[in-house]
Every structure is written in C-alpha cells, then in structure tokens.
C-alpha cells in the first residue's frame, strides 16, 4: 500500500516552471485530500554581484518584503482557481518565505512541515537544459528521502507566468 500524501511542499522561484508545477500540486493536493504549502526562498548574493553592492555581502534582510511576495503568491492561487476552477486557496495551508540557499531551504522546510511530497519545477540553464535537470531540482532528488515529482515546462505551456495567470 502506498503511504498517504498529506501535505505538499511545492517551492516556488516564480519562474514559469515553477507557475506550471503549481498546477500540478492542485491537482495532486486536490485528488489526495492534502494541503499545499507554498516555499519561495530568496537567494543569497555574493556582495560582488549584490545589486546595491554593500553591506555584509547579501541581500538586506529588512529590506525583503515578504508580505508583498506572500500577497503575490496568494493572488496567483486566487487567479488560477478562476482559471481551473479548483479551491487553491483553500488547499493552500502555508505560505513560507525564507532566506538561504534553496536547496537547503526546501529539505529544511520538507522536514519541518511535514510534507509527504515534493512538487518543483524543472529547467536546466544554458546550452546543457536538455541534458541535465536544473540545479536545485537536481541536487533536492539527489538529497532527500521524499518523493518528488519534477515538472518540466513543456513549450507549448511557456506563456504561464505567476504575473500573467
């Protein structure tokens, strides 16, 4: 017997990837009785391409809105009920906003949530995309001992985007 799926972290870098694997999680959520948590990490920058270049090498901290991203993320879930007619905002149980590195950041997040299910978007950068999968998918598949379900955005999908849903 299959182990029941729960909770659902899907991790979000608001690419159209990751728009597109969103879809995917309502589904599963939806068809397993489970609740969506909803991970979008901020990045750490090296200070030497930092965008303001100074203080001690990395994003500000207090300068990151997470209210605002979090508002985002909640009104793609309000649009794309509209779109697919599914209670997104009702699967969704969390919203988390972190800070770090994300492969890090999603095993942690996984782990202390409690998540059966790890649903990420998938793209590769440069001239190897077809080869090898991205590398925050691939080194979460490599790294956890939870299923994970990687959504590659198929061409015919690329105008899905967080802001255009």
Request: one cysteine or more; hydrophobic letters at 40%; proline letters at 5%.
């Amino acid at each position: 017997m299959l182990p029941q799926i729960k909770k659902i972290l899907c991790a979000t870098d608001h690419s159209k990837n990751s728009a597109y694997a969103f879809y995917y999680a309502i589904e599963v959520a939806r068809k397993s009785d489970a609740k969506i948590v909803i991970l979008h990490v901020v990045e750490f920058l090296p200070r030497a391409i930092h965008p303001a270049g100074g203080g001690h090498g990395h994003f500000e901290i207090e300068k990151i809105d997470t209210e605002l991203i979090k508002t985002n993320l909640n009104k793609f879930c309000e649009k794309t009920e509209t779109k697919i007619g599914s209670p997104c905002v009702e699967l969704v149980s969390n919203t988390i906003i972190r800070i770090g590195y994300p492969v890090e950041e999603i095993l942690e997040v996984a782990d202390e949530e409690g998540c059966d299910l790890i649903i990420l978007g998938t793209h590769g950068k440069g001239f190897l995309k077809r080869t090898f999968l991205g590398s925050v998918s691939n080194a979460v598949l490599q790294r956890t001992q939870k299923p994970v379900l990687l959504i590659p955005l198929p061409s015919e999908k690329s105008s899905i985007d967080w802001d255009e849903i």
